[in-house]
C-alpha cells in the first residue's frame, strides 16, 4: 500500500509538473504600441523604407512590403514620394527549445526514458504523462510607422509566430498576409475592428 501511495503521489507530481510545461507552438503573438499625442487622422501618406533588418529572402520581403501597402491602402493611406510617415519593416528569427507534455490517455506501459528523432523522451507510467523536446523556429516581424518631417517613432506593431522551412510559396503568401494584416487590425489606435 505504502509503494502504491508513493508511485502515485509520484505520477501525480511529476504529471503537474508535466502540465506546466509549454505546450506545442504557440499561435501567433500580435501586440502594438503607439505615441499618445499624435492625431493620427492627420496621417494620409506613407512610403515604406527598406532595412537592413529585413529577412535575406527577397522573396518573403517582397511579400511584406505588398502585404503592408494594401493593408495601408484599406485603412485610407496613399503611397507618397512626400509623406506623413515611413513605413520600416524589419525581421528577426530565432531557435527556440519547446516541450511537448502528453497526458493521460497515451497507452504508456513502462517506466523510463528514450530518444526519438525529434529529441527526448520521458515516460512515467500506465497511462500518465511523457514529453517531448523540439527546436522550434520563430519569426517577428516588426514594423515601425516613423514621422517623415521629425523622425520620431509613432507607432509600432509586431508580430511574432512560428514558422516551418519547408512551407510552400502560397503557404507564405498567406502567413505573411494574415501576420500584416493582425498587426495593423488596430491602426489607427482607438480603431474598433473586433
Keep these: 500500500m505504502t509503494q502504491l501511495f508513493r508511485l502515485t503521489h509520484a505520477t501525480l507530481a511529476l504529471g503537474l509538473a ?3 510545461l509549454p505546450t506545442d507552438a504557440a499561435a501567433q503573438k500580435v501586440s502594438y504600441d ?3 499625442t499624435t492625431n493620427f487622422s492627420q496621417v494620409r501618406s506613407y512610403a515604406i523604407r527598406s532595412s537592413d533588418k529585413m529577412s535575406d529572402n527577397e522573396l518573403v520581403n ?3 512590403t505588398t502585404a503592408i501597402a494594401g493593408t495601408l491602402a484599406a485603412r485610407g493611406l496613399a503611397s507618397s514620394n512626400d509623406p506623413d510617415v515611413y513605413i520600416v ?3 528577426a528569427s530565432e531557435t527556440r527549445r519547446e516541450v511537448t507534455s502528453y497526458g493521460p490517455g497515451w497507452y504508456e506501459p513502462f517506466f523510463g526514458y528514450g530518444y526519438y528523432s525529434t529529441g527526448w523522451y520521458g515516460s512515467y507510467g500506465w497511462g500518465s504523462h511523457g514529453y517531448e523536446v523540439r527546436d522550434v523556429q520563430y519569426s517577428t516581424l516588426t514594423i515601425d510607422m516613423v514621422d517623415a518631417k521629425t523622425g520620431a517613432l509613432l507607432w509600432r506593431g509586431r508580430g511574432e ?3 516551418n522551412p519547408h512551407w510552400k510559396a502560397d503557404t507564405i503568401d ?3 498576409f494574415k501576420t500584416v494584416a493582425k498587426i495593423f487590425k488596430n491602426f489607427p489606435p482607438g480603431r474598433d475592428d473586433d
Excluded: E
Design 18 to 20: 508535466g502540465a506546466l
Design 62 to 64: 517582397n511579400r511584406i
Design 161 to 163: 509566430r512560428s514558422v
Design 34 to 36: 503607439f505615441n499618445r
Design 89 to 91: 519593416p524589419s525581421v
Design 174 to 176: 498567406k502567413k505573411v
